[in-house]
């Protein structure tokens, strides 16, 4: 896509970060996997594993919220060498937006040519109950923001002639579809929607959750997207996918925490470990 040469278009430069990285691992990962809130543990179905700790890679963002240590994993999952970013930083964190997708130029600059994007989410879509699994098949950016602002990256769209209801310019048609047909073998229970991405830190009003209702959303979270928009500017291929871990605020009665939100992720590990698995094995089709 139309990005410049200039390594510090987004304003890091990667070299400092990749030879740290390379003095732990070789071997190019071909994918990465951002592993969201409570869903750092499927880096656990890998073998041959090496960690490079995030504080060992200069420009590396560091995360301030408990339970989002941010690591690069390198391993192999279905024959196929990966990475797994595990402890993604958010925006409510208060970094730029360019600092925040640096794993994803990190990655990319390693070789990883796609891209598996989890988190976790608050349904909006009614017929979501906690648990379900979403395939992202299109998204609303309300934290309006983008690592491509002042990266020189020209304006784009790119219509999905097969599924043009679904955003085939950020996640891949195809591969989503070969995605949700494994699911199906699985026997796992998936759906498709649309995901909104909020600013944060705090959940949404009530408000907020009925206007993003009525603009089309089926979960909303406070993530994903500006990876999203960051490996499309490189040319990856997505896939995402969302566990709903909650009714969105005003849906349902009671609090909602943080520690909820984990215990969720935790309940699906299994199902959703498996479905990641396929999600893998059937990139290419
Ligand atoms: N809102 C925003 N982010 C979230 C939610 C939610 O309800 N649940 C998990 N992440």
Redesign the pocket.
């Known amino acids: 896509m139309h990005t410049k040469s200039n390594p510090d278009a987004y304003g890091t430069n990667l070299q400092p970060a990749l030879e740290a990285v390379n003095t732990h691992v070789d071997g190019e990962p071909e994918m990465a996997l951002i592993l969201g809130?409570g869903l750092g543990a499927l880096a656990e179905a890998a073998s041959d594993t090496t960690v490079v700790e995030g504080r060992e890679i200069p420009g590396y963002p560091a995360s301030t919220v408990e339970g989002h240590e941010g690591r690069l994993i390198f391993g192999t999952l279905e024959g196929r060498r990966v990475v797994f970013v595990q402890g993604r930083v958010h925006l409510y964190e208060g970094y730029a937006v360019q600092k925040l997708t640096m794993p994803v130029r990190l990655v990319h600059a390693l070789g990883a040519e796609r891209m598996v994007v989890t988190?976790?989410?608050?349904g909006i879509n009614r017929t979501f109950q906690p648990g379900t699994l979403m395939f992202i098949t299109g998204h609303l950016n309300v934290a309006f923001a983008s690592p491509g602002v002042g990266a020189g990256v020209a304006p784009w769209h790119r219509a999905n002639a097969e599924a043009p209801e679904q955003d085939g310019d950020y996640y891949d048609a195809g591969w989503t579809d070969r995605a949700e047909q494994a699911a199906l073998d699985l026997g796992v229970d998936v759906r498709r929607g649309v995901y909104a991405w909020?600013l944060?830190p705090n959940?949404?009003t009530p408000a907020e959750v009925r206007a993003l209702e009525r603009m089309g959303a089926d979960a909303?979270?406070?993530s994903t997207v500006p990876e999203v928009l960051q490996a499309r500017m490189l040319g990856m291929q997505v896939v995402g996918l969302s566990t709903i871990?909650?009714p969105?605020?005003g849906l349902a009665s009671g609090e909602?925490d943080h520690d909820d939100?984990l215990d969720v992720g935790q309940r699906v590990r299994g199902d959703l470990m498996d479905l990641v698995r396929r999600i893998v094995r059937v990139a290419e089709g």
């Open positions: 809130s988190n976790s989410a608050g909020m944060g959940y949404e909303v979270g406070m871990t909650n969105a605020a909602l939100v």
